[in-house]
């Protein structure tokens, strides 16, 4: 994670965090590619994102496979746009 909670937006460039956090309904809502080497994610932040960031980061979320490995595709597709 790379901002504080306070923060109105979360952003990361971890693509397995990002297509998980989609599965429960975030989206993307930017994409900043000022960094050639990697692509920051910026998505809207409250306070259910962050129990989702929280159970990530503790390998207790769950997620359906098969959503996930699409979610993974459509972020991946995105980025080569």
Known sequence: MSETL???YFQS????LIAAIQLYGYQVEKMDRSNSE???????RDA???????AFWSRS????PLGYFESLKAI???IYQ
């Open 61 to 64: 979320l769950k997620v359906e």
């Open 13 to 16: 460039s971890d693509l397995s």
């Open 38 to 44: 990697k692509i920051i994610f910026i998505v809207r």
């Open 6 to 8: 306070e923060s109105e």
């Open 76 to 78: 991946k597709s995105r």
């Open 48 to 54: 259910e994102l962050d129990n989702i960031l929280n």
